[in-house]
């Protein structure tokens, strides 16, 4: 049998910013849905996202950190899910 130790949890999502937020708004079957603000999406058929709510990344990032983390962050957690083996699909960098 193997052994898992869980040393800690965090949560960063569009109903919630931390485990506590999370789970109540989760419970109560809130959604994180909501028309895009940070960004103009006048220009794209979808006006609605799940975007973070009240978070801001310079709380929690020192300003030579920012450009890499949030470059990271944004392959990894974004652009992944839509990427073949080894290839990028155009749609993604098409204005």
């Given amino acids: 049998m193997k052994r898992v130790v869980i040393t800690g949890m ?3 999502t ?11 708004s989760l419970t109560e079957g809130r959604s994180g ?4 603000t940070h960004f103009d999406a006048s220009a794209f058929k ?10 801001d990344i310079t709380q929690h990032l020192e300003k030579n950190e920012l ?7 944004l392959l990894s957690t974004h652009w992944s899910p839509w990427r073949k083996p080894g290839k990028w699909p155009a ?4 204005n």
Avoid: D
Wanted: glycine share 6%; charged share 15%.
């Fill in 10 to 12: 965090g949560a960063l």
């Fill in 33 to 36: 849905a909501a028309r895009i």
């Fill in 46 to 55: 979808t006006h609605f996202a799940c975007e973070l709510k009240n978070f």
């Fill in 91 to 94: 749609s993604i960098f098409r």
């Fill in 67 to 73: 450009r890499s983390a949030v470059t990271i962050l």
């Fill in 14 to 24: 569009p109903i919630g910013n931390n485990v506590p937020a999370f789970w109540q």
